[in-house]
């Protein structure tokens, strides 16, 4: 089971390491995360640099991509070359936005018709990009899936985890994150934003 983040020059650190992190949580034989980009190495928008740990073309045939955000996604949807190389399809894989990750969703064509959730810089790009945006952290509809803000990356990230391992894995890859003294309080506050966009059997890639 491979799980890429797409990680692009100028990335959000919380948005593309939240996720790789308590994705991470599942220690079992196959389970892979990796960080994607298009170049061997790409710098944050805080200046940390990370090597990447799959390519653009690996993505498009990953059981499930994140596509994370940074400070140049607008740049990076108007590079034609590069978005050419982004061939994700929902009808074989778990997608996931992040923040100004959904930005790039709406610029491929893959939230027409769907509402979503992204951060409140990235809002108008979206609703400019025919996309109607929600006021609320994390929605999901068939094997899309979209959050908005920073920390509601864990939500995601359970969203993958509870699609593919169940609901009892996303449950406990977010009691290890949570802070100590609130743990059961944060697993359930959660786990009651993604539940209802859960569907009653896990989901099994058909990507070959």
Same mark, same amino acid.
């Given at each position: 089971?491979?799980?890429?983040?797409?990680?692009?020059?100028?990335?959000?650190?919380?948005?593309?390491?939240?996720?790789?992190?308590?994705?991470?949580?599942?220690?079992?034989?196959?389970?892979?995360?990796?960080?994607?980009?298009?170049?061997?190495?790409?710098?944050?928008?805080?200046?940390? &640099?990370?090597?990447?740990? #799959? @390519?653009?073309?690996? %993505?498009?045939?990953?059981? !499930?991509?994140?596509? $994370?955000?940074?400070?140049r996604t607008r740049e990076i949807v108007a590079d034609e070359a590069l978005m050419a190389q982004l061939q994700l399809d929902?009808?074989?894989?778990?997608?996931?936005?992040?923040?100004?990750?959904?930005?790039?969703?709406?610029?491929?064509?893959?939230?027409?018709?769907?509402?979503?959730?992204?951060?409140?810089?990235?809002?108008?790009?979206?609703e400019e990009a025919g996309v109607d945006v929600l006021n609320q952290p994390f929605f999901a509809r068939g094997n899309v899936?979209? &959050?908005?803000?920073?920390? #509601? @990356?864990?939500?995601? %990230?359970?969203?993958?985890? !509870?699609?593919?391992? $169940?609901?009892?894995?996303?449950?406990?890859?977010?009691?290890?994150?949570?802070?100590?003294?609130?743990?059961?309080?944060?697993?359930?506050?959660?786990?009651?934003?993604?539940?209802?966009?859960?569907?009653?059997?896990?989901?099994?890639?058909?990507?070959?």
């Amino acid at each position: 089971m491979h799980i890429a983040i797409l990680t692009f020059e100028g990335f959000n650190e919380l948005d593309s390491l939240i996720a790789f992190g308590v994705l991470n949580r599942i220690k079992k034989p196959g389970w892979r995360v990796s960080i994607t980009s298009p170049a061997a190495q790409v710098r944050s928008m805080n200046g940390v &640099a990370l090597e990447a740990q #799959a @390519s653009l073309r690996e %993505a498009s045939t990953a059981d !499930a991509v994140i596509v $994370g955000s940074g400070v140049r996604t607008r740049e990076i949807v108007a590079d034609e070359a590069l978005m050419a190389q982004l061939q994700l399809d929902p009808s074989k894989q778990l997608l996931g936005a992040q923040c100004s990750g959904t930005l790039v969703l709406a610029k491929l064509g893959l939230l027409d018709g769907v509402p979503a959730c992204t951060d409140l810089t990235t809002k108008p790009w979206v609703e400019e990009a025919g996309v109607d945006v929600l006021n609320q952290p994390f929605f999901a509809r068939g094997n899309v899936a979209t &959050a908005g803000g920073c920390l #509601a @990356s864990p939500y995601l %990230a359970a969203w993958i985890i !509870a699609r593919l391992e $169940g609901t009892e894995a996303a449950a406990s890859a977010l009691h290890y994150v949570a802070p100590v003294g609130e743990k059961e309080d944060y697993v359930a506050r959660a786990m009651r934003n993604i539940t209802p966009y859960l569907t009653e059997t896990r989901y099994f890639s058909s990507v070959e």
